[in-house]
């Protein structure tokens, strides 16, 4: 049986090529509990949202909608697994939480609390925002100094009075910049366009995994005790490259640390990555849906590990090519390879 590291997708996965992808979820039980809950709450259902004839930017993106289709699609992909053992789970950003499920150390139900409630949460506040910029060239070699030179800009920018601009995630060989929006724009208007797109606004999105939403962490913790947590069943690595064991972790430290840290300090999904491959060498890296945009930054980050030799784009495809090492099961053909 082929071994496999499981990674759960964040937000912005969900696009308009998505809709419909609730339709493969395998269990409908699960899912008619999911769109009870949000009736309860006075929310649109997933069932409703995912069967929506046209995608909607400022509904579809939106925290309270956005992240919990993406965990019901993580889930379902996850629970769809044929002829594979997940040797170890891992997200980026808002999929940490996913993962948490995917690893046993929520159950879906509780998953689907944690991911509905932070989500509604963050978009009750909506606390600054996000911009993203790659600091690797179109061919993916390593750029060590660039990326200095990104941050350098931010930390300058912060500095500037009444300017917030941090860290939020090293995403492979992108970075996520978070802050308000004096600091956003000072970026924007400090670094030179690159590759036609960048920098880009996160639409939608908050000023994650800064200390500004202290807030909103705090909220979090009054509304999620830590009876939701459970001991894990499958290793879980987090935003810092560390591992949660089964059976060796305080469930209170690993509360403390999904309402605590993970909501307030960067999330490096970059050294996830390094982790995963390094600690568990798997067979396969497998990105659950929704979307396909992850894969990009999974292969960048194998690429700064120096994994098994990888030192740019073509490397990474080559390695496809010959011996699959990325499966992406937003992607039909690669789905029916572990599905």
């Known amino acids: 049986m082929r071994k496999a ?13 998505e809709l419909g992808s609730l339709t493969r979820f395998p269990d409908r039980k699960l899912l008619a509990h999911f769109d009870a ?12 949202l995912d069967s929506a004839p046209n995608y909607s930017v400022s509904k579809h993106t939106r925290g309270d909608n956005a992240s919990a289709v993406i965990y019901a699609c993580t889930l379902g992909d996850a629970l769809s697994l044929k002829d594979i053992e997940i040797t170890a789970v891992t997200g980026n950003s808002m999929g940490w939480y996913s993962a948490l499920a995917c690893a046993g150390a929520l159950s879906p139900q509780n998953g689907f609390e944690v991911v509905n409630t932070m989500g509604t949460l963050m978009q009750q506040s909506l606390i600054g925002g996000q911009i993203i910029h790659p600091f690797m ?12 030179e990104l941050l350098a800009i931010a930390a300058d920018i ?18 996520v910049l978070a802050g308000n929006e004096p600091g956003l724009k000072a970026f924007e208007s400090t670094v030179p366009p690159a590759q036609s797109r960048f920098p880009m ?3 939608n999105h908050a000023a994650f995994h800064t ?30 490259g560390q591992i949660w064991w089964p059976g060796a972790t305080r469930t209170a430290d690993l509360h403390a640390y999904t309402l605590g840290h993970q909501v307030t300090e960067p999330y490096d999904f970059t050294a996830a990555i390094r982790t995963a491959a390094r600690e568990f060498a798997p067979d396969l890296l497998i990105i659950a849906g929704p979307g396909t945009t992850l894969g990009g930054a999974v292969a960048q980050s194998l690429i700064l590990a120096n994994w098994q030799g990888l030192s740019s784009k073509a490397d990474f495809q080559a390695r496809q090519a010959a011996n699959p090492l990325l499966i992406s099961i937003g992607l039909p053909e690669q789905r029916s390879l572990v599905t």
């Open 211 to 240: 200390a500004l939403q202290a807030p909103v962490a705090a909220q979090g913790r009054t509304a999620l005790p830590a009876s939701l947590f459970n001991q894990p069943q499958k290793p879980l690595i987090d935003g810092r």
């Open 137 to 148: 060239d179109e061919n993916w070699h390593r750029n060590p100094n660039r990326r200095a």
């Open 5 to 17: 590291v499981l990674i759960c997708p964040g937000r912005g996965t969900y696009t308009k090529t």
């Open 37 to 48: 809950r949000r009736t309860a709450l006075s929310q649109e259902t997933l069932t409703a």
């Open 201 to 203: 606004r996160l639409a």
């Open 158 to 175: 912060n500095t500037r009075p009444d300017h917030i601009l941090t860290l939020s995630i090293d995403l492979g060989g992108m970075l």
